[in-house]
């Protein structure tokens, strides 16, 4: 049994008005796309550049008589996102028709899933900083298609539109208004990634849209929130405001601060918020009302006529829990507690699988701490300086994790190691072998550093008064040996031998 | 329920559908007829009686995640008004 780490809930955001002061709540609609080979109700391909209207089946173009089936593939995957998220399976769902007109839609409606969503209530726990981290309710996950793109900038009076991406599946994961600062919406869409790239569910890939959020916002008084939270009513929250389709975290971050403070200057000035949809412009910092989506908000949402329900047997569901990974909350206190790492250490080697599968295989059999230390300090550092990932990185983990045997193994100083790394990233090779032939072991022999010991102080009459005077200046000794040997001393061995020499 | 003149305008106009004024009336007194018809229905008692979605008892078909389908926009496109460079061009809508 791993103990469950405390963690301090975090205080929400404050901004001061030019009357009072404000709090954030924040909900988020995070639609991550799924990794499937083909689409949510067709068997075109959802490959990223592709050329335009390439991978679009007739179902895709809405045309008439097309009858859309439905990707087993991605309900498996909602559903191991559900699991992943501690959340309620729905045994029962059913689709819907969310009714709208827009060029990149060519249906005239999305097939969605209002009433019976495939995934219930779970949660998500979004960390902030050693030992503080903030609960934030999952309320629903539901699958639904995605649109096509309409691009604005290749001719001036038209826009241009590729049904690629249309129809590819989307899993919604709605959040309850429990996010609390701009800091904690990029950490909740983080924490949402880092869970999807476990599960490999969705490639998290923001830059090619496979993660996209709408942020909603409002603010309320002090004191408001916890009114909200305890009678679950949504009278003691003020208006809120979407912001459509953020796709990066820095973004997400700054439209939330602009539209919180936006708001708080109509409220203290008197007058109310509009419940609205926005965008954000981030050219100019600003958020702006999509008046054009205004009316169509009335979507006439209806049970779409050309699919059954969506029925799932509990043993399918088991027999997907059943396959889950060890998800990231899991391996970190994994490796707090069997490692001794630091929750710092341990978050940051269980951002992603790889590094952390990397750091496991180099710690194998060996000391922890040391092996975290050197993953992420050398390693990871490393791999940043030469804009490198841990799948590239040239030295591999048995590499690393034999330059660590022969530090725990006393053959080596941790200078000298910094050295064998850097040969290793260089040059490969066994690290052990390396040492070998290259004469890089560490003198342990006290016979000989026994005699460099002698040599400097033999050199250094006037140093060796003042040391006796002064026992810290033992380190220039130290020093000096080590010069002489060549860094290969054991500093240990050379610390005590001189300290025995100059009778401290 | 009872549809007015002003919910018969707002409804052909999510659906984008021309009415001109003068036949609103007429199609006001359509939807509260079909209306009417349907809240007969409500008088039937259901209470406990599972909602029918299928006439016949079938399970919703599914598919494997496998790429069977698309490579042809040019038949795609065959029926675009307008076409240029693959992409289906469409009057500007930006916002």
Redesign the interface.
Known sequence: MLDAPTTKTPAPKVISGAREDWELVIGMEVHAQVA???KLF????TKFGA???????????AMPGMLP???????EQAVRTGLGMKAKINLFS?FDRK?Y???DLPQGYQISQLYHPIVGEGEVTVDLAPGVARIVRVERIHLEQDAGK???D??P???????NRTGVALMEIVSRPDIRSPEEAAAFMAKIRQILRYLGTCDGNMQEGSMRADVNISVCRPGDYERFREADDFKHLGTRCEIKNMNSMRFIQAAIDVEARRQIAILEDGGEITQETR?YDPDKNETRS?R?KE??H?Y?YFPCPD?????IEQGWVDDIAATLPELPDEKKARFINDFGLSEYDAGVLTADKTSAAYFEQVADGRDGKLAANWVINELFGRLKKEDQTITTSPVSPDQLGGIITLISKGDISGKIAKDLFEIVWNEGGDPAEIVEVRGMKQVTDTGAIEAAVDAVIAANPAQVEKAKANPKLVGFFVGQVMKATGGKANPKAVNEIVSAKLGL | MSIDLETAR?VA??A?IKVDEDRLPAMAESFNTILGFIEELNEVDIEGVEPM??VMP????????????????E???ANAP?A????????????
């Open positions: 499937s080979n083909a067709s068997g075109a391909s050329e335009p209207n390439s991978n679009v089946a007739f179902v895709d173009a089936v439905i990707n087993e593939f991605c309900v059913a009714n007109f827009y060029p309409s691009i604005h290749m001719d009076n038209m826009s241009f539109v590729d049904l965008l999509m054009s009316e169509a009335d006439r699919l059954l329900p969506l029925v | 707002k106009n999510l984008r979605v299928s079938m399970r919703l078909k599914r598919r494997k995640d496998v790429v069977t389908d698309g490579g042809y926009p038949k795609i496109m307008d240029r460079e693959g992409f289906f061009a469409v009057p500007k809508v930006v916002e």
